[in-house]
């Protein structure tokens, strides 16, 4: 089984930062053995796409509206995925979900179906 644990969110100004952290934990598999996410899920919204990053720590893709502003990173040593959030606007305020996926080494998907293990979620709420 793994469990995911995320942390980091806050309220936040506009233009300002934040660092999600996304703990990683399994009996079975390694952290080495997932590809990580990030999706967001505003209120009254379905769950969205926001970053992911390989196995192989060499394939990353994000979302249109976070390109340039957020940074998503592994370390293994820490079996921790980060998400890097600059320049927050107020329409990035959503529950922020960590996400694994048993996939090949080279693959990070855009697709939340493809994702094996979820965290709970942490809150992003950036002001006006």
């Known amino acids: 089984q793994v469990q995911l644990v995320e942390s980091g969110g806050g309220l936040v100004q506009a233009g300002g930062s934040l660092r999600l952290s996304c703990a990683f934990s399994g009996r079975t598999f390694t952290f080495s053995s997932y590809a990580m996410g990030w999706f967001l899920q505003a209120p009254g919204k379905e769950r969205e796409f926001v970053a992911t990053?390989?196995?192989?720590?060499?394939?990353?893709y994000y979302a249109d509206s976070v390109k340039g502003r957020f940074t998503i990173s592994r370390d293994a040593a820490k079996n921790t995925v980060y998400l890097q959030m600059n320049r927050l606007k107020p329409e990035d305020t959503a529950v922020y979900y960590c996400?694994?996926?048993?996939?090949?080494?080279?693959?990070?998907?855009?697709?939340?179906?493809?994702?094996?293990?979820w965290g709970q979620g942490t809150q992003v709420t950036v002001s006006s």
């Open positions: 996400a694994a996926d048993g996939t090949a080494f080279w693959v990070a998907s855009k697709y939340s179906y493809d994702y094996d293990y």
């Open positions: 990053i390989s196995r192989s720590n060499t394939t990353t």
